[in-house]
T-cell receptor
Framework: DSGVTQTPKHLITATGQRVTLRCSPRSGDLSVYWYQQSLDQGLQFLIQYYNGEERAKGNILERFSAQQFPDLHSELNLSSLELGDSALYFC?????????????FGQGTRLTVV | EDKVVQSPLSLVVHEGDTVTLNCSYEVTNFRSLLWYKQEKKAPTFLFMLTSSGIEKKSGRLSSILDKKELSSILNITATQTGDSAIYLCAVEFLFEGGSEKLVFGKGTKLTVNP
């Protein structure tokens, strides 16, 4: 158990809908990262937050947004869902920013858009 | 475009064999290279490499970075069926505006048969 908690574990929703994925980082970790993993794209970095502020942005679509709250948990919002958004979404946390710090991954949320 | 390429994509060996997985990268402002093992769900951290030529070891696993060749290898000796997994390489680098970014390769799927 990495100490990073993601909910829900599975999510099935229809195209056009909006969902929210939640991540609780390890105790003491200030950085939260979101990744999308699909079969053909591999693991794609979406966005990073550090102590409540956006720190780095990757290949995140405009339909997606995220935030980190004062208690350091984070939410990833996916809207106007398309079939291609079906993927495994991981959250990871680390003590500091990316500077080579070891990131611990949650078990992921499997999103299926039908 | 910054990229990380892993080879081979897939590898099948017998227990006891030694394997070498490769990771090459093309990024500017390199910071570090990380190896992860992904079994059923969440990737788990193996090594972080920042200095060229220094070998990191953990049991039967070892890794070394060649900054001149922009590559890294992950060696697994005396493989066991429990080593079957996808091995991910990720490179951390400074992005525009001074923010850090982490890019993953697509992984090498290792299957160890008894």
């Amino acid at each position: 158990d990495s100490g990073v908690t993601q909910t829900p574990k599975h999510l099935i929703t229809a195209t056009g809908q909006r969902v929210t994925l939640r991540c609780s980082p390890r105790s003491g970790d200030l950085s939260v990262y979101w990744y999308q993993q699909s079969l053909d794209q591999g693991l794609q970095f979406l966005i990073q937050y550090y102590n409540g502020e956006e720190r780095a942005k990757g290949n995140i679509l405009e339909r997606f947004s995220a935030q980190q709250f004062p208690d350091l948990h984070s939410e990833l919002n996916l809207s106007s869902l398309e079939l291609g958004d079906s993927a495994l979404y991981f959250c990871a946390s680390s003590v500091a920013g990316l500077r080579g710090a070891e990131a611990f991954f949650g078990q992921g949320t499997r999103l299926t858009v039908v | 475009e910054d990229k990380v390429v892993q080879s081979p994509l897939s590898l099948v060996v017998h227990e006891g064999d030694t394997v070498t997985l490769n990771c090459s990268y093309e990024v500017t402002n390199f910071r570090s290279l990380l190896w992860y093992k992904q079994e059923k769900k969440a990737p788990t951290f193996l090594f972080m490499l920042t200095s060229s030529g220094i070998e990191k070891k953990s049991g039967r696993l070892s890794s070394i970075l060649d900054k001149k060749e922009l590559s890294s290898i992950l060696n697994i000796t005396a493989t066991q069926t429990g080593d079957s997994a996808i091995y991910l390489c990720a490179v951390e680098f400074l992005f525009e505006g001074g923010s850090e970014k982490l890019v993953f390769g697509k992984g090498t799927k290792l299957t160890v048969n008894p």
